[in-house]
């Protein structure tokens, strides 16, 4: 988070939308997923003006599994489609993400910006 004044420039996560009766390709349990969008905005009195650096991830309940979602697929997704893990990329590993609030972490951060736990 960064602010000059009345100004400032913050980091969010929001889940657009959850799943219900996913069968996890990693640990093959019925589970839930949520589809998360993260992004960077600037703002003025704490009023988002404009939103950059927008990427999408799929998280599931179960094991924990992240996958980054490409953009054109998450609008597919937010019409009502069906996640298809095909389409989707499994990241290496969860070190982008926080391990407490499973919020997207830049990799450079020794804690977390959302709820403050050591990386």
Known sequence: MFFIGIFGIQNKDRLVREFDNIICPECGRLSRAELMESYTYFHFFFIPLFKWDRKYFLRLRCCGSFFEVERE????????????????????SPSGF??????????????????????
């Not at 926080?98 to 804690?111: A, D, E, L």
Request: glycine share 12%.
């Open 73 to 92: 697929y998450a609008e597919e997704l937010l019409r009502g489609r069906d996640i298809d893990f095909n389409r989707l990329k499994k990241l290496g």
């Open 98 to 119: 926080c391990p407490n609030c499973g919020s997207y972490v830049n990799p450079g951060y020794n804690f977390c910006p959302h709820c403050g736990t050591k990386l």
